[in-house]
């Protein structure tokens, strides 16, 4: 099951400003502090105990302009588990299913998710809502249920929307000589083994510096030699054929 808080993200005005504070006054440790292009920083504060929790202290105009979906005005939490299908499976033998609005139906500016389970167990989430918020947007809520009315108008929608941009992504991978990759049968993400002598953070930093595309290096998630990428942006393909088109100018420095 789920064992561990990982990281809380804080969209915030002034990254340094924000450091200084958790630092300073709260006695935090900065746990990891990176520059990812001209404008952009990763760090990572926590407490100097040790504790595995870490606040992610992220531009929150940078995230607008990356992710105009994303509600900015909350904070974002990843979980982790050893085993996520283990985890999975135990819950739905409880009889609990669980989901988000930002994938599948592709609604993260809601920051909302459900929850299906046995009715008691859905009493005490109710009860435990209440006790730790105020009150969610109406308009939120509103659109998070007409969103679980039309979800096969939507799901029929996003699916296709998958579906062109992951064909995309196929024949940029089978035309460039210094990718290779192993076809992602869903979802919105896919590793890609690239063919360079720089470590993927040296990689990732260099590309965004020089193309202005942003790649996720392998190493984040101990696979050296590999970047993550999500493929999916929207109905029309342009921004993705572009990006991958920078990409392979960037590749062809290697050469």
Not at 19 to 41: H, I
Not at 199 to 206: E, G, I, N, R, Y
Request: charged residues 25%; negative net charge.
């Amino acid at each position: 099951m789920i064992n561990a808080i990982s990281k809380v993200t804080l969209y915030v005005n002034n990254q340094e400003e924000a450091k200084a504070f958790w630092t300073e006054r709260v006695g935090f440790e900065v746990r990891s502090e990176e520059q990812m292009g001209p404008d952009m920083k990763w760090i990572e504060v926590g407490p100097a105990q040790g504790d595995t929790t870490v606040f992610v202290l992220y531009d929150k105009k940078m995230m607008e302009a990356q992710n105009p979906k994303v509600n900015v005005g909350h904070p974002s939490v990843m979980m982790s588990t050893d085993n996520i299908e283990e985890a999975y499976k135990e819950l739905l033998e409880k009889g609990v299913s669980v989901g988000t609005f930002s994938k599948t139906f592709s609604l993260a500016g809601l920051r909302l998710g459900w929850v299906a389970a046995p009715e008691e167990l859905i009493e005490r989430i109710n009860r435990r809502r209440d006790y730790n918020t105020i009150s969610c947007g109406k308009i939120d809520d509103y659109l998070a249920a007409l969103a679980i009315h039309s979800r096969e108008a939507l799901l029929r929608r996003n699916l296709k929307i998958v579906a062109d941009n992951a064909a995309v992504l196929d024949a940029w991978v089978q035309s460039e000589p210094r990718i290779s990759y192993v076809r992602p049968k869903a979802g919105t993400t896919a590793f890609l083994k690239y063919d360079a002598p720089v470590d993927s953070v040296t990689f990732c930093k260099q590309l965004l510096e020089k193309t202005g595309v942003m790649l996720l290096p392998g190493a984040a998630m101990d696979m050296e030699g590999w970047l993550r990428i999500g493929y999916c942006f929207a109905e029309d393909t342009t921004a993705l054929r572009k990006g991958l088109a920078l990409v392979s100018e960037f590749l062809r420095t290697f050469d």
